[in-house]
């Protein structure tokens, strides 16, 4: 593996440089952070993408494309296809993927969205876990679906788990036949175990649920957790899921586009893909191509490794400064992802103040956290920890001596 020192210590500058993490600050009303008062500047903690320069793998496969200078009509290439086979096989353990099951996507949400047109009829119910991820509920509002939530349940030792009896009752009361799992777990940052998969799977195929498995954050891993891909969990589970991936999250390429399915099940694949191509719009760009396959190599991975090494000392070091320094603040430490989702209910209640006066608080001293009543957690703020430790000290310094006081 390649032992070289990547940087995740720089503070970029990304003014001006089509970042809405910095330059959606204050212009985007009811969505990003409000500017700062004067003479703070911003710590993006917001929007779910990391301030580290990206891996230089993907910097050369892009310029090494660039150096031809025709960007005419293509396929896929033979790479691309071996990349995720490999990447899949390597990071997860997961093999006997053929090529007819992988499908390009624009974007995760954009697959749930064909997904659900394909399992789903307008007015139907679909389940999902709560808190939940706000591309889910606003993409099924949006396309005229009911989303029934499931809470999760933090357990004696603070980490998240699925209820299934409540889930089963809402299955078999609603009528339900299509779910989105979230997988690991977004906001929560929970990495699903092997026994909790087997067990909810179960449910699916006693009420004959149809999947859709969110897996965009599978790679961003942390103290040592594995992902458990959902088609690997048992053969029924492989042929009732259609599971979505991206390099996006893993390596910050949000900007390019480019994400894939994986659907062993051939009927529901064949009926995703005629979905997915009915705009003419569905279709792959060929930077984005090369720049998946510049992430998926040998270096590639070995950035990944030390990313999830420096978040995991974000994720340990902001956890430890929360309990010890912010008294009524609750934090559950995540498994995976880069997002903490702090539980301000005790705080607000002790001090008499609400949610939004905590948030701005923040936002004052530009600590530029984000709502988390979005998330269906009515006291909760989401906090990105992608950024070098330095920042992430920084912020909690301004939180301690300006907001939790």
Same mark, same amino acid.
């Given at each position: ?217 599978? /790679? ?6 594995? $992902?458990?891909? *959902? #088609? &690997?969990?048992? @053969?029924? =589970?492989?042929? %009732? ?101 702090? /539980? ?6 002790? $001090?008499?103040? *609400? #949610? &939004?006066?905590? @948030?701005? =608080?923040?936002? %004052? ?41």
């Amino acid at each position: 593996m390649n032992q070289t020192k990547f940087d995740f210590t720089t503070i970029m500058d990304r003014h001006g440089k089509d970042a809405i993490a910095i330059d959606g600050i204050g212009r985007m009303p009811g969505m990003a952070p409000e500017a700062p008062d004067e003479g703070f500047d911003v710590i993006p903690m917001w929007v779910a993408d990391m301030n580290f320069p990206t891996a230089p793998s993907i910097i050369k496969a892009v310029e090494k494309r660039l150096e031809h200078h025709a960007f005419g009509y293509f396929s896929p290439s033979d790479d691309y296809y071996d990349s995720i086979f490999r990447w899949m096989q390597i990071r997860h353990g997961f093999t006997g993927i053929a090529r007819e099951d992988i499908g390009y996507e624009n974007g995760v949400l954009g697959g749930v969205a064909s997904a659900l047109r394909v399992m789903c009829s307008p007015g139907d119910k679909v389940l999902l876990h709560s808190p939940a991820y706000i591309g889910f509920t606003g993409l099924l509002s949006n396309n005229g679906y009911q989303a029934v939530f499931s809470e999760l349940i933090r357990d004696e030792d603070g980490i998240w788990r699925m209820d299934l009896r409540d889930m089963e009752e809402k299955l078999q009361r609603e009528q339900i036949h299509t779910a989105i799992f979230c997988s690991p777990h977004n906001p929560c940052g929970r990495v699903w175990e092997r026994e909790e998969l087997e067990a909810v799977f179960a449910l699916y195929q006693k009420y004959d649920v149809q999947v859709i498995s969110d897996e965009i954050w599978s /790679d961003i891993l942390l103290f040592g957790n594995q $992902h458990i891909p *959902s #088609l &690997t969990v048992s @053969e029924d =589970a492989a042929m %009732r899921t259609a599971a979505f991936y991206a390099p996006s999250k893993t390596f910050n390429l949000a900007g390019m586009i480019g994400s894939y399915h994986i659907i062993k099940n051939k009927t529901l694949r064949e009926r995703i893909l005629k979905e997915a191509s009915l705009t003419h719009y569905n279709a792959m760009n060929v930077l984005s191509m090369h720049a998946l396959i510049g992430a998926y190599q040998e270096e590639g991975q070995a950035w990944v490794d030390q990313l999830c090494q420096v978040l995991s000392d974000n994720v340990s070091w902001a956890v430890g400064y929360i309990r010890s320094h912010f008294r009524g603040v609750s934090v559950a430490e995540p498994q995976g992802t880069y997002m903490l989702f702090l /539980d301000c209910e005790e705080w607000c209640r002790e $001090h008499g103040c *609400s #949610l &939004t006066d905590l @948030e701005k =608080a923040g936002w %004052r001293v530009g600590v530029a956290w984000q709502d988390g009543a979005m998330f269906h957690g009515p006291w909760s703020i989401r906090m990105n920890l992608a950024l070098p430790l330095s920042r992430v000290k920084e912020a909690m310094r301004r939180l301690d001596e300006y907001v939790f006081v």
